[in-house]
């Protein structure tokens, strides 16, 4: 018993690095995470002290533990037995589909992450790229909203800078939660977007597992009040006019959600002078297929230019991006109706972006061009002045003024790219790129054209009474 035994080195040093990994699994590790995870916590405490609507204990919750409790959920189950009789496989494949159906949707929120990262890196681009212009339809409704009510942003898609703008507008009141399609599952920007909150869903599946998968976790998000934010159109537009809405989440949310739960929906509509994405997208809707064929090497050679134009002074921001946040609404107005209140409430969100839809100088110049042909900046600047006249809303929508004075820089930039063309000191449309003027004329002729369709009647009656 007392004996030396003797064992080669490799061996002995084997044996040591066994007994480390073992110290450290069963003793060290369990200790660093529960420090840090004190220091989390007492962080995240802090923190929600001066949000609007603090961070929910389910969005820090391990994603391990979510995962357990997304695929025990009885709707899962269900489904899980319903997959595999339907296509004659053991439950305990389909579970493990299912298992992996949950791995794929849910995120590893950080609130480090989010805060200390992505809001700041998001303020950092949407100021770099754009003057950015906020403004709230009823702000005193806005911040009143029910604390304990789940908060879901509904927006218009115009660019993937959507994602951007909101994320560090919406930072002071809480941590959006965004569903985000295939596209950004490539590493290791999947890793960030996860750590940001946002969930991954395949928006073309048919698979009734999945499916059910993705409506459990929403419901449990939506259930434990986590701040959402959906596009109902399902995808960028390609004409740069609204699109109809697709019900999906909004249905998951509706069909999850037990009376005793508020959720209110904030409209909100956003609008750029120039769009990022803009050639990429009218070509898609040229071939009338949502296939984006935008290559990665482009963008980066372009992200690259950016700084060395930033310091030889030719570098230009993308005019203004204007946000408006629209009148909330709250599911209990449409609970009593009879029938699936997920379409009227559907379409009552998108008249409420369209009513607040921004109107910004580019856009508005395109309009015009577009339907009264052919103008001087002098013609244009009065027509403007005509048009924003009309406005129900002056709060919500920019001065004549603002937009005029930033009328040369913009026809510059049309002009530059050759949307418009100056013929004999007029601008009208230029053939090349006709498609980018309908574009950016449609972004604006929701709200656009009651306002000359006003004006217009108005000068009726005035030269009628004269």
Same mark, same amino acid.
């Given at each position: 018993?007392?004996?030396?035994?003797?064992?080669?080195?490799?061996?002995?040093?084997?044996?040591?690095?066994?007994?480390?990994?073992?110290?450290?699994?069963?003793?060290?590790?369990?200790?660093?995470?529960?420090?840090?995870?004190?220091? =989390?916590?007492?962080?995240?405490?802090?923190?929600?002290?001066?949000?609007?609507?603090?961070?929910?204990?389910?969005?820090?919750?391990?994603?391990?533990?979510?995962?357990?409790?997304?695929?025990?959920?009885?709707?899962?189950?269900?489904?899980?037995?319903?997959?595999?009789?339907?296509?004659?496989?053991?439950?305990?494949?389909?579970?493990?589909?299912?298992?992996?159906?949950?791995?794929?949707?849910?995120?590893?929120?950080?609130?480090?992450?989010?805060?200390?990262?992505?809001?700041?890196?998001?303020?950092?681009?949407?100021?770099?790229?754009?003057?950015?212009?906020?403004?709230?339809?009823?702000?005193?409704?806005?911040?009143?909203?029910?604390?304990?009510?789940?908060?879901?942003?509904?927006?218009?898609?115009?660019?993937?800078?959507?994602?951007?703008?909101?994320?560090?507008?919406?930072?002071?009141?809480?941590?959006?939660?965004?569903?985000?399609?295939?596209?950004?599952?490539?590493?290791?920007?999947?890793?960030?977007?996860?750590?940001?909150?946002?969930?991954?869903?395949?928006?073309?599946?048919?698979?009734?597992?999945?499916?059910?998968?993705?409506?459990?976790?929403?419901?449990?998000?939506?259930?434990?009040?986590?701040?959402?934010?959906?596009?109902?159109?399902?995808? =960028?537009?390609?004409?740069?006019?609204?699109?109809?809405?697709?019900?999906? =989440?909004?249905?998951?949310?509706?069909?999850?959600?037990?009376?005793?739960?508020?959720?209110?929906?904030?409209?909100?509509?956003?609008?750029?002078?120039?769009?990022?994405?803009?050639?990429?997208?009218?070509?898609?809707?040229?071939?009338?297929?949502?296939?984006?064929?935008?290559?990665?090497?482009?963008?980066?050679?372009?992200?690259?230019?950016?700084?060395?134009?930033?310091?030889?002074?030719?570098?230009?921001?993308?005019?203004?991006?204007?946000?408006?946040?629209?009148?909330?609404?709250?599911?209990?107005?449409?609970?009593?109706?009879?029938?699936?209140?997920?379409?009227?409430?559907?379409?009552?969100?998108?008249?409420?972006?369209?009513?607040?839809?921004?109107?910004?100088?580019?856009?508005?110049?395109?309009?015009?061009?577009?339907?009264?042909?052919?103008?001087?900046?002098?013609?244009?600047?009065?027509?403007?002045?005509?048009?924003?006249?009309?406005?129900?809303?002056?709060?919500?929508?920019?001065?004549?003024?603002?937009?005029?004075?930033?009328?040369?820089?913009?026809?510059?930039?049309?002009?530059?790219?050759?949307?418009?063309?100056?013929?004999?000191?007029?601008?009208?449309?230029?053939?090349?790129?006709?498609?980018?003027?309908?574009?950016?004329?449609?972004?604006?002729?929701?709200?656009?054209?009651?306002?000359?369709?006003?004006?217009?009647?108005?000068?009726?009656?005035?030269?009628?009474?004269?």
């Amino acid at each position: 018993m007392t004996q030396p035994v003797e064992i080669p080195l490799w061996l002995f040093i084997l044996i040591l690095l066994f007994a480390a990994v073992t110290f450290a699994s069963h003793f060290l590790f369990p200790s660093v995470r529960w420090f840090f995870r004190r220091r =989390l916590e007492r962080a995240v405490a802090r923190l929600n002290t001066r949000l609007q609507r603090p961070i929910q204990p389910f969005k820090l919750a391990r994603r391990h533990d979510t995962i357990q409790r997304l695929i025990y959920d009885p709707q899962v189950s269900h489904a899980v037995q319903d997959h595999a009789r339907a296509i004659g496989i053991p439950e305990a494949v389909a579970f493990e589909q299912a298992r992996r159906y949950a791995r794929e949707i849910v995120p590893s929120f950080s609130a480090f992450t989010y805060f200390s990262f992505a809001t700041r890196a998001a303020r950092l681009i949407g100021n770099a790229l754009y003057s950015v212009r906020l403004s709230y339809a009823d702000e005193a409704a806005f911040r009143s909203i029910d604390p304990d009510a789940t908060v879901v942003y509904v927006m218009n898609h115009r660019s993937n800078m959507d994602y951007v703008l909101v994320t560090y507008l919406a930072a002071e009141h809480s941590a959006l939660s965004y569903a985000v399609g295939e596209w950004a599952q490539v590493w290791p920007l999947s890793r960030l977007i996860r750590a940001m909150g946002a969930y991954f869903i395949r928006r073309r599946s048919r698979n009734d597992l999945y499916r059910a998968v993705l409506a459990a976790y929403v419901k449990q998000a939506t259930e434990a009040g986590v701040t959402q934010a959906i596009f109902p159109e399902g995808g =960028l537009s390609l004409t740069g006019a609204l699109m109809q809405p697709r019900l999906g =989440l909004l249905k998951y949310i509706i069909d999850g959600v037990p009376e005793d739960r508020d959720v209110v929906f904030v409209p909100v509509a956003l609008n750029y002078d120039r769009v990022l994405e803009d050639s990429v997208l009218t070509d898609a809707a040229s071939r009338q297929e949502r296939r984006f064929r935008a290559r990665i090497g482009v963008i980066a050679v372009w992200l690259l230019k950016q700084p060395w134009r930033k310091l030889t002074g030719r570098y230009r921001r993308f005019g203004t991006a204007a946000v408006n946040f629209g009148h909330p609404v709250a599911l209990g107005d449409f609970r009593g109706e009879r029938g699936d209140p997920s379409v009227p409430l559907a379409r009552d969100l998108m008249r409420r972006i369209a009513d607040v839809l921004p109107i910004v100088a580019a856009p508005l110049v395109c309009w015009l061009v577009h339907h009264e042909g052919a103008m001087t900046s002098q013609q244009m600047a009065d027509r403007i002045r005509t048009l924003l006249a009309q406005v129900s809303d002056p709060g919500l929508q920019p001065s004549a003024e603002d937009l005029i004075s930033g009328l040369p820089s913009i026809l510059r930039e049309l002009t530059d790219r050759r949307i418009l063309v100056l013929q004999n000191g007029r601008y009208e449309a230029g053939t090349e790129r006709r498609p980018l003027l309908d574009y950016y004329a449609a972004s604006v002729a929701r709200v656009v054209a009651p306002l000359a369709d006003a004006a217009d009647a108005k000068d009726i009656s005035a030269t009628a009474g004269s």
